[in-house]
């Protein structure tokens, strides 16, 4: 692969701080590499392969020059300069909500939908982090027959809310042993020592928008703008690594057997197997890109229904390592 000129646009973020060491990880080679961040972080020094660099402002001027801009900040901060960076040249791969449903934007998870990454026009989507991990999870099961349906609830970790989600629960915990009440800024209720059954804001019926991305962005990634979801997102007292609990429904019946033999087989998936214990919990999949998935089993509502549990470390494959995966598929031609 070529060395390219790249920048962070939101460096100092969780999903920021993963990139970097990831593309150290990945051995991803760069000619240049800008940092840029908001007004908090402006002058900080962070190492990359042993050089320090400074951490920069984000304005209209940051991107002349570079390859590519990987967008690691909020979706109104994507808004604003979607447009400066397009017109630099730099395609600009981001990992906030602002283009996921822009039918110009192409919305890529390599391993399922990589070609998609081809047809931009200077901005490509990563998909939501639950959305991402639940979709590698079943779709070695969408190749034998069609998902037309899925009831899923994700136990969404504290760091899907950034620096400031991971800091409330350290914090919450230290409150809560020392035996004080807790004063939630991040959450909308206390999240040490409980699950909080709301993420996002309210979409509609009831839904919240967190709730109705693994429906609308999992229509465009599978191309089945029929596929309906019942979600439910819960957050839950993790630092790192979703998990999902899952039940589909399939055009056809698959069988179990059948299930297994495509799931060992899809990219990205690890399938558990082992019968003394054949689940993964958030530990087992935290700073790995795998998705792991266990206790398959037979749907006894629905003959073409399967269930499944999937964790996924939503910091590197649902946010960092994807973006980045989409660099590569990119610079590689595949
Ligand atoms: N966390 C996850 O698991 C996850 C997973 C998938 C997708 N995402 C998405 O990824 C994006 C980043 O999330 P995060 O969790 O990393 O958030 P975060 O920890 O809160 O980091 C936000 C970053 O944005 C920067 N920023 C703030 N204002 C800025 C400005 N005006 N110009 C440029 N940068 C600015 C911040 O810089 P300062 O240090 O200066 O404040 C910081 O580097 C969000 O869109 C999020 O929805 C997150």
């Known amino acids: 692969m070529r060395a390219v000129k790249l920048a962070i646009l939101g460096a100092t973020g969780a999903v920021g701080r993963e990139m970097l060491r990831l593309i150290e990880e990945y051995q ?20 990359f392969r042993g050089i320090p660099y400074t951490v920069q402002i984000a304005d209209e001027e940051s991107f002349s020059g ?9 979706a109104p901060i994507s808004r604003r300069f979607a447009p400066a960076i397009k017109k630099s ?9 602002a ?41 070695g099961i969408d190749l034998l027959s069609p998902i037309r ?35 939630p800024e991040v959450f909308p209720a206390p999240i040490a020592m409980n699950v909080i059954p709301w993420i996002g804001a309210e979409d509609s019926d009831g ?18 703008p029929e596929l309906t979801v019942n979600c439910t997102c819960v ?19 698959v069988s179990l057997a059948d299930a297994r033999d495509a799931l060992n087989k899809a990219p990205g998936c690890h399938l558990m197997t082992d019968a003394s214990c ?36 939503q910091l590197r494959k649902g946010a960092a390592a994807n973006a980045l995966q989409i660099l590569q598929y990119l610079e590689n031609g595949k």
Request: charge should be negative; aromatic fraction near 6%; proline fraction near 6%.
């Open 66 to 74: 570079l390859d590519y801009v990987l967008g690691a900040s909020d």
């Open 28 to 47: 991803i080679p760069v000619e240049e590499l800008r940092l840029l961040s908001g007004r908090n972080s402006v002058g900080k020094t962070i190492l």
């Open 207 to 224: 839904y919240t928008d967190e709730e109705m991305k693994m429906q609308n962005e999992g229509r465009r990634i599978l191309h089945r």
């Open 278 to 313: 054949d689940y993964p919990t958030p530990l087992d999949t935290s700073d790995q890109d795998l998705v792991w998935i266990g206790r398959l089993r037979e749907d006894h509502t629905h003959p073409n229904g399967i269930s499944l549990w999937c964790c996924g470390d």
């Open 89 to 97: 040249g730099a395609l600009f791969i981001d990992n906030s909500s």
């Open 99 to 139: 283009f996921r449903m822009d039918p110009e934007v192409p919305l890529v998870v390599p391993e399922i939908n990589g070609s998609d990454a081809f047809s931009h026009s200077g901005i490509i989507a990563n998909p939501n982090c639950s959305t991402i991990i639940t979709l590698i999870a079943v779709s």
């Open 149 to 183: 349906s899925m009831m899923v609830s994700t136990y969404q970790a504290v760091s899907g809310a950034g620096i400031r989600g991971q800091q409330e629960l350290e914090d919450e915990l230290a409150a809560y042993l020392q035996g004080q009440v807790p004063h």
């Open 235 to 253: 957050r839950v007292p993790v630092m790192r690594s979703h998990s999902i609990s899952v039940t589909l429904w399939t055009e056809h019946p």
